[in-house]
C-alpha cells in the first residue's frame, strides 16, 4: 500500500489523539502536498489538514486550534496531532497525497492565508483509520 494510516481509536470529549500516515518513499517523495480528509456517516468527505512541500499548512476552521498536521521527511511519514476532540470530530480519517496540487493564496486585510486544494488534486489514499469520541 502507498499510504496507511494508523492511530485511530475510541477517545473521550477532550482528549487527544495523533493519527499517522506511512507512506511509500515514491508517493512521499513525489508529494507537492499531503492531506488529512474525514468523512461522517452520511456526510460528505472534508478536508481537515493539509501541508505543502514547503511546509506551510492550512487547516479547516472547525479544528483551527485543536489539531495540528505536520510530517517527517526521513520517516516518510504524516501526523496530524488532534486535541480537545469533540464528538462531530467523530469520522474514518483518511490521509491522501497529490504529486500536483494547486497553490492558492486569499488575503484579506492583510492577513493572508493558502487555501486548501480540492479533494480531485489527491491521487493516492490510504485506507483510513477510524476516530470515534464519546461525549
Known amino acids: 500500500a502507498q499510504l496507511v494510516e494508523s492511530g485511530g481509536g475510541p477517545v473521550q470529549t477532550g482528549g487527544s489523539l495523533r493519527l499517522s500516515c506511512s507512506a511509500s518513499?515514491?508517493?512521499?517523495?513525489?508529494?507537492?502536498?499531503l492531506g488529512w480528509f474525514r468523512q461522517a456517516p452520511g456526510k460528505e468527505r472534508e478536508g481537515v489538514a493539509i501541508?505543502?512541500?514547503?511546509?506551510?499548512?492550512t487547516l479547516t476552521d472547525s479544528v483551527q486550534g485543536r489539531f495540528t498536521v505536520s510530517k517527517d521527511n526521513a520517516e516518510k511519514t504524516l501526523y496530524l496531532l488532534m486535541t480537545k476532540l469533540k464528538p462531530e470530530d467523530t469520522a474514518m480519517y483518511y490521509c491522501?497525497?497529490?504529486?500536483?496540487?494547486?497553490?492558492?493564496?486569499?488575503?484579506?486585510?492583510?492577513?493572508?492565508?493558502?487555501?486548501?486544494?480540492?479533494?480531485?488534486?489527491?491521487?493516492?489514499w490510504g485506507q483510513g483509520t477510524q476516530v470515534t469520541v464519546s461525549s
Open positions: 518513499v515514491e508517493t512521499y517523495d513525489d508529494a507537492s502536498c
Open positions: 501541508i505543502f512541500y514547503d511546509n506551510t499548512t
Open positions: 491522501a497525497a497529490a504529486r500536483v496540487c494547486s497553490v492558492r493564496t486569499r488575503c484579506t486585510d492583510g492577513s493572508c492565508h493558502r487555501l486548501a486544494p480540492d479533494s480531485t488534486e489527491f491521487d493516492a
